[in-house]
């Protein structure tokens, strides 16, 4: 009796477990699908805003962003809580959320924010560098200069991003990629705007493999920069 008691009570706990285990990857397969409707929402309602398909001041509400994008309200929250961290959609209560203006003073914040780390990270990069990353940034900079970067605006902000990032990786400091990372980011809607300026990089990635920490100021500012 005491054996099959025993026989009865795993059997008991086996099926809790397996009815746990089941709901844990019901769980975890639900969190997942909502996370990846959620990055959706936020990377196409990203891409509008940059280029302008939803303007500097357009007004709507998470209704009609649901509609449009033609998902349930939760991702389309979750995607405009992440716009709003970015600074490029701003909440009203009761009323739905706006998309913010580009305003001058912005820009210049996002220079001189990008000119302190940007510059940091080239001097922290520059010492320990190496041969295949200062082949990579002169790739990324004669990229800045084919025909389809002065035509497809999504391919020169790839390479434009990947060549600052580049420069943020190499100085092998976490904190201070993301910082870039972030920044870069936030420049997106004003790149988008002077996308059409034929200026090349500069050619300062030769002065990194002469190891000059000069040449800071002039590789974290974007092409054309006085």
Known sequence: MLSQAIFVCDEEIGNRAGSWRMKAEMTSTGLEKRTS?????????RH???????????????TELAERLQMSKTPVREALARLQFEGV???YPRRGYRIEP????????????RIVLEAGAVGLAVPQISAAELDELDRLAAASTDRDYMVDFDHSQRINNAFHESIALASRNARLHRMVGQTITEF???????????????????????????????????????
């Open 102 to 113: 580009i305003r001058v003073s912005d820009i210049n914040e996002i220079f001189d924010a």
């Open 89 to 91: 959609v701003r909440a």
């Open 48 to 62: 509008d805003i940059v280029r302008c398909a939803l303007p500097p001041g357009a007004e709507f509400t998470e």
């Open 188 to 226: 997106d809607r004003f790149f988008f705007l002077e996308a059409q300026s034929d200026a090349p990089y500069p050619p300062a990635t030769s002065r990194m493999r002469r190891s000059s920490p000069s040449c800071a100021r002039e590789m974290s500012l974007p092409p054309g920069t006085p």
């Open 37 to 45: 409707f959620a990055d959706r929402a936020y990377e196409r309602l």
